[in-house]
């Protein structure tokens, strides 16, 4: 299984959620009740938008990287975490001129 580079870190402003609407189900009753019920046994996977700027030389080995992975699973250290987590490219977005360029991905965590 392959790491993403722990060189390779994230602009700032890296949001991480639990993605909750796809896990947790929720019956609304009349007066404002609601029910809410798990869709999984375990914890919930964190979802990770992050984003890479700069030169080319700079953002072409991250977007190969992610481009010869996708579909497949890898190890990432995210940003003040002590061990890596595995997760996959869920969404990923390039926009580049002649010399710069601006990479957007969407790692999702995988916890079985």
Do not use: H
């Amino acid at each position: 299984m392959e790491t993403f580079n722990s060189s390779w870190v994230p602009d700032q402003g890296m949001t991480a959620d639990d993605n909750t609407e796809d896990y947790i189900r929720a019956v609304k009753y009349g007066e404002g009740a609601v029910q809410l019920q798990k869709l999984v046994l375990g914890d919930l996977p964190e979802v990770f938008n992050l984003s890479f700027s700069g030169p080319l030389t700079k953002i072409d080995p991250i977007d190969r990287f992610i481009k010869n992975n996708q579909g497949k699973r890898f190890l990432w250290t995210p940003p003040g975490y002590a061990e890596a987590i595995l997760v996959y490219c869920s969404k990923r977005t390039k926009n580049t001129d002649s010399v710069s360029g601006k990479l957007s991905y969407t790692f999702t965590q995988v916890l079985y």
